[in-house]
Antibody
Framework: EVQLVESGGGLVQPGGSLRLSCAASGFTLSGYAMNWVRQSPGKGLEWVSYISSSSYSIYNADSVKGRFTISRDNAKNSLYLQMDSLRAEDTAVYYC??????????????WGQGTLVTVSS | QSVLTQPPSVSAAPGQKVTISCSGSSSNIGNYYVSWYQQLPGTAPKLLIYDNNKRPSGIPDRFSGSKSGTSATLGITGLQTADEADYYCGTWDNSLSVGVFGGGTKVTVL
């Protein structure tokens, strides 16, 4: 059974940093691209960041460019999101997601349960 | 403002049918397959439809998808109270090099 379990969320002050982790199990992480997607309270889904299976390709939303860094450790079956210079508008539930992306298709076939990040003084 | 446009809400009585539209452009829906996600209250989203019209294992055939040009549609027939949820369309935008979602549509069973 595919499982994605996020951790590392919490309360942080504006300008602070936080590192999210996602533990993957039930599949071989090295065979899949991964994504972070967030959802602010009461709002819709917002795509955040993508990393290919080998870390060769990385894409980020404009809203987090220069502040968030996605990375992975396939040997540890783990995905990460380093979040720096946090702002109030980064407050959201952050979902780890398994992705398929090629020349014609993009889909998220599994989602974690999410971890809440609150940016507030 | 979402790159993909969905109606904020749709509603119908139990047993009826609803359709949800998702409008994009040539750089996203026009060039990529569309997926649909269901988010039940208080839970993570779940893949409902992929590659425009394919259903993952376990998804009932009451759910269907289609695409034409730069728009896609999700259909739900035989509406049930368990279908009350938010529904999102999603795809890739090769001009922006990012994934994109619609703003979400809340389905209410009257």
């Amino acid at each position: 059974e595919v499982q994605l379990v996020e951790s590392g969320g919490g309360l942080v002050q504006p300008g602070g940093s936080l590192r999210l982790s996602c533990a993957a199990s039930g599949f071989t992480l090295s065979g899949y691209a991964m994504n972070w997607v967030r959802q602010s309270p009461g709002k819709g889904l917002e795509w955040v960041s993508y990393i290919s299976s080998s870390s060769y390709s990385i894409y980020n939303a404009d809203s987090v460019k220069g502040r968030f860094t996605i990375s992975r450790d396939n040997a540890k079956n783990s995905l990460y999101l380093q979040m720096d210079s946090l702002r109030a508008e980064d407050t959201a539930v952050y979902y780890c997601a398994r992705v398929r992306l090629d020349s014609s298709t993009y889909r998220i076939d599994y989602w974690g349960q999410g971890t809440l990040v609150t940016v507030s003084s | 403002q979402s790159v993909l446009t969905q109606p904020p809400s749709v509603s119908a009585a139990p047993g009826q049918k609803v359709t949800i539209s998702c409008s994009g452009s040539s750089s996203n829906i026009g060039n990529y397959y569309v997926s649909w996600y269901q988010q039940l209250p208080g839970t993570a989203p779940k893949l409902l439809i992929y590659d425009n019209n394919k259903r993952p294992s376990g998804i009932p055939d009451r759910f269907s998808g289609s695409k034409s040009g730069t728009s896609a549609t999700l259909g739900i027939t035989g509406l049930q109270t368990a279908d009350e949820a938010d529904y999102y369309c999603g795809t890739w935008d090769n001009s922006l090099s990012v994934g994109v979602f619609g703003g979400g549509t809340k389905v209410t069973v009257l």
